[in-house]
């Protein structure tokens, strides 16, 4: 074993790169395992860190056997020798393709969101991966990003076989690796930890670079204007963020909310932004009459949404829900209005049944998640489902009661929830 994982790796990398440092220099790194290796350089060279998005091209009968590689700008590598070696068809050819380019058109709406690609004009750009075997998909990389206009590109990897510059034919001006072994069979085999890497692992990544560098994030105590009322909250958007999704809190809860502050905590690891308020006064929440009123609630979401809307560096930025509990209701009726531009709901252990009137009007699409050990709030969440008639999906998470307070079960909300958003925005 040569590393221990991923971020071990980019930070003997980095070693490698020192050179590099005070220089124009954007670091790209291919989703999804190079992008924690391609994050430890940027923050050694203090560069931006941007992906460079390319796909494989799978032996049909063998798919772990790239054949070949696309990127962004309709680049293509193929691989000669494999293709004879297993007699691939045109045909074949093109099917995996096909395939191939939606998934790369999805990665990079989910990836970048509303933000422009970085830019490479004149500039040195170090394209990073967690390993090289074939060389495809590297070779894939160092064409797109010359047609995107770097005027340099170093091409670094952690391991690769002996002799492997070679492979590139020219394509990067300048190669680092840290090993190079004679018997080389796969790229896990030098790492103690080769676990694939979440698409949420590398929106987090993106999301660290950007706030490190400075760029615009916010993270403030706010003021939500609601009629004629003042609404206290707290407003975190990481920049380059996708959309931000508004919370409702259930009966008895604020802003302050334990629970929805961590699953707060890992939207924004995953760059996406959040903004936890409180639906009612102080003088309004001691009535609770008003706590369970979902109308009410509804609309105090609808105006945080509005507020939401104008405030800069912000407007314009899609829109998601997080309601837990009764707040789940107010969550779906406020997204079931006509006028309303919300791009996906989730509830956590929500009551979308107090909501009934409006279920069959929500547009947006809409995640169930309940606990395991929560049955009857299980069988009115699959009553609530069968109301809904927009896209929308029931998780169950084992184990987990209501408040989903069983070591694990709240970070597995977090993950869907994240998932779900940044999949929808």
Not at 15 to 36: E, F, S
Not at 77 to 97: F, H, M, P, Q
Not at 204 to 211: E, F, M, P, T
């Amino acid at each position: 074993m040569y590393f221990t994982d991923r971020t071990d790796a980019g930070r003997q990398l980095a070693a490698r790169l020192d050179h590099l440092k005070g220089h124009d220099v954007v670091v790209l790194g291919l989703p999804r395992g190079g992008v924690p290796v391609a994050e430890q350089v940027a923050d050694a060279l203090g560069a931006p860190l941007d992906v460079c998005l390319v796909r494989k091209l799978g032996v049909p009968f063998q798919p772990e056997l790239a054949m070949g590689a696309i990127g962004e700008g309709d680049v293509r590598v193929l691989n000669d020798n494999v293709l004879a070696e297993t007699g691939v068809s045109g045909r074949d050819i093109a099917a995996v393709e096909e395939r191939e380019r939606a998934l790369l058109r999805r990665r990079a709406e989910r990836y970048r969101g509303p933000t422009p690609p970085a830019r490479l004009d004149g500039r040195t750009a170090v394209v990073v991966d967690d390993g090289l075997a074939t060389g495809a998909t590297a070779l894939a990389a160092c064409r797109v990003v010359r047609a995107r206009g770097a005027a340099r590109i170093v091409l670094a990897v952690p391991v690769a076989p002996a002799g492997w510059p070679a492979r590139m034919g020219g394509e990067a001006d300048e190669t680092a690796s840290v090993h190079e072994p004679e018997f080389f069979y796969a790229i896990g085999q030098f790492y103690e930890d080769f676990s694939q890497t979440a698409d949420e692992e590398v929106l987090a990544c993106l999301a660290r670079n950007r706030a490190a560098r400075g760029q615009g994030a916010q993270d403030a105590e706010v003021s939500i204007e609601a009629g004629e009322l003042r609404l206290a909250g707290h407003l975190v958007v990481p920049q380059g963020a996708a959309g931000v999704v508004l919370f409702a809190h259930g009966s008895g809860s604020s802003r302050h909310s334990p629970r929805n502050r961590a699953v707060a905590e890992e939207l924004n690891r995953a760059g996406l932004g959040t903004l936890l308020f409180d639906l009612l006064t102080e003088e309004e929440a001691a009535d609770r009459t008003n706590v369970f009123d979902t109308e009410l609630l509804a609309d105090r979401l609808a105006r945080a949404t509005a507020w939401l809307g104008g405030r800069p560096g912000v407007g314009g930025l899609r829109t998601g829900y997080f309601g837990a509990s009764t707040g789940a209701a107010a969550a779906l009726w406020a997204a079931a209005d006509p006028a309303a531009t919300v791009a996906a709901v989730v509830s956590r252990g929500g009551r979308p049944d107090l909501a009934g009137p409006r279920l069959a009007d929500v547009r947006a699409p809409t995640l169930l998640i309940v606990g395991g050990h929560d049955p009857l709030v299980v069988e009115l969440n699959e009553q609530a489902q069968r109301r809904l008639r927009c896209e929308n999906e029931l998780v169950v998470v084992p184990g987990a009661t209501h408040l989903f307070e069983e070591p694990g079960t709240l970070e597995r909300v977090g993950e869907l929830a994240a998932g779900w958003f940044a999949d929808h925005f």
